[in-house]
């Protein structure tokens, strides 16, 4: 059974920076994508950020471009969002997501979610 948790939400002022990690458990099999998405108060939930685990091809939200990296490490199945310059329009509850076979920027092809960590960004 695979398990996400998700960290290092919090509280921060427009223009601080956070970093979110993401560790998957559980199998030893890498997975094939991990993302990031993030849900705001009466909102979809939007897609953030995504990594290609083999050859670390990277996908982002046009918001975010310039601001957030995604990064991995391998060898701990982990995902990690660097978050600069933070907006009050970041604020929401931010999940990661993994997938074996696939993995885009849709939250349909992602079969394993975490239990999402809350960014609050105050103006």
């Known amino acids: 059974q695979v398990q996400l948790v998700a960290s290092g939400g919090g509280l921060v002022q427009a223009g601080d920076s956070l970093r979110l990690s993401c560790a998957g458990s559980?199998?030893?099999?890498?997975?094939?994508?991990m993302a990031w998405f993030r849900q705001a108060p009466g909102q979809e939930r939007e897609f953030v950020a995504a990594?290609?685990?083999?050859?670390?091809?990277?996908y982002y939200v046009d918001s975010v471009k310039g601001r957030f990296t995604i990064s991995k490490d391998n060898t701990k199945n982990t995902v990690l969002l660097q978050m600069n310059s933070l907006k009050a329009e970041d604020t929401a509850v931010y999940y990661c997501?993994?997938?074996?076979?696939?993995?885009?920027?849709?939250?349909?092809?992602?079969?394993?979610w975490g239990q999402g960590t809350q960014v609050t960004v105050s103006s």
């Open positions: 990594i290609r685990w083999n050859g670390g091809r990277t």
């Open positions: 559980g199998r030893t099999r890498s997975f094939y994508a």
């Open positions: 997501a993994a997938d074996f076979n696939y993995g885009g920027t849709a939250a349909y092809e992602y079969d394993y």
